[in-house]
């Protein structure tokens, strides 16, 4: 399974808007990992920022 997958499915499982942090300890990946997948997932607008700092999937 691909980082950008393990990280989307961790935003889905914690239900609401997380912090880079957040995913790291839910998933136990590196934070560059969780960076670099965080950062794919923005550009494929995958991922969505309701709030400064915090993320959740997109709709």
């Known amino acids: 399974m691909s980082d950008t997958t393990v990280v989307l499915e961790a ?13 790291v300890d839910l998933c136990g990946l590196e934070r560059k990992a969780v960076e670099k997948a965080m950062k794919e997932l923005k550009a494929e607008a ?14």
């Open 11 to 23: 935003m889905k499982k914690a239900g609401k808007p997380v912090r880079t942090g957040d995913i």
């Open 46 to 59: 995958k991922i969505v920022s309701p709030k400064r700092c915090f993320w959740e999937p997109g709709k």
